[in-house]
T-cell receptor, first 113, second 115 residues
C-alpha cells in the first residue's frame, strides 16, 4: 500500500521566493496534518484538516504560511514570501480517524538561502 | 494545557540489555498516549498507543510501554535492545476530554544501542 507521499523531498530556494509543498494522504484517511521539525523547536503541528476542512491552524507561524486541501487526496502548504528561518523539515501525516495512529510521509527538507 | 516531557535527550544501552525511554505527561481527563520512532531522513513511524484498558501495551518490533496514572508516566521499554533500535523516539499525548485531533509531541530521545 502506498503511504503518505510528499513532494518535493528537497527544496532549496532564495529568500523571498514562494514555496509550495505537496502531500497526498493515504486513501480513505479523514485527517491530514502538517508538521515542521527543527533542532531548536522540535516537532510542531502547523495545521490539521478533517474531511478537507481546516480545524486547527493555531500553529501556523504567521500570515506568510497558508495551507489548503481542495480534495481528499491532495493538500498544499505554501510559504510566501519565504525567509531563512523557515528552513526546516516539513512533514505531512494522515490518519483514518482522530485517535488512530498518524502515518507520516518522509518529509520535505526546505532550505531558504 | 496538555504537555509531554521526555527528560532524557539521549539514552545509551548495550545490545542485549533492556532499555527504557522515559515519558511523563500532563492532560485534563484520561490521556491518549502514543510512541513513535524516527530513523534518519524518514518520517515518524507509529510504535504503540494507550487509550484504555491494560496498563501494559505491546507494540511493534518488540517494544512495550507501561501506563502509570499515579505517576503520569508512559515509559517505553524493550527487554533486549538491538543495534537497529538506534533512532529518535517521540512520546505524544492527546487530552481525553478534548475533541481535538491534535497530538502534542515531546522533544524526542535519541536511543543509541552499542554492539
Amino acid at each position: 500500500d502506498a503511504g503518505v507521499i510528499q513532494s518535493p523531498r528537497h527544496e532549496v530556494t532564495e529568500m523571498g521566493q514562494e514555496v509550495t509543498l505537496r502531500c497526498k494522504p493515504i486513501s480513505g484517511h479523514d485527517y491530514l496534518f502538517w508538521y515542521r521539525q527543527t533542532m531548536m523547536r522540535g516537532l510542531e503541528l502547523l495545521i490539521y484538516f478533517n474531511n478537507n476542512v481546516p480545524i486547527d491552524d493555531s500553529g501556523m507561524p504567521e500570515d506568510r504560511f497558508s495551507a489548503k486541501m481542495p480534495n481528499a487526496s491532495f493538500s498544499t502548504l505554501k510559504i510566501q514570501p519565504s525567509e531563512p528561518r523557515d528552513s526546516a523539515v516539513y512533514f505531512c501525516a494522515s490518519s483514518l480517524m482522530r485517535d488512530q495512529p498518524q502515518h507520516f510521509g518522509d518529509g520535505t527538507r526546505l532550505s531558504i538561502l | 494545557a496538555q504537555s509531554v516531557a521526555q527528560p532524557e535527550d539521549q539514552v545509551n544501552v548495550a545490545e542485549g540489555n533492556p532499555l527504557t525511554v522515559k515519558c511523563t505527561y500532563s492532560v485534563s481527563g484520561n490521556p491518549y498516549l502514543f510512541w513513535y520512532v524516527q530513523y534518519p531522513n524518514r518520517g515518524l513511524q507509529f510504535l504503540l498507543k494507550y487509550i484504555t484498558g491494560d496498563n501494559l501495551v505491546k507494540g511493534s518490533y518488540g517494544f512495550e510501554a507501561e501506563f502509570n496514572k499515579s505517576q503520569t508516566s508512559f515509559h517505553l521499554k524493550k527487554p533486549s535492545a538491538l543495534v537497529s533500535d538506534s533512532a529518535l523516539y517521540f512520546c505524544a499525548v492527546r487530552g481525553g476530554s478534548s475533541n481535538t485531533g491534535k497530538l502534542i509531541f515531546g522533544q524526542g530521545t535519541t536511543l543509541q544501542v552499542k554492539p
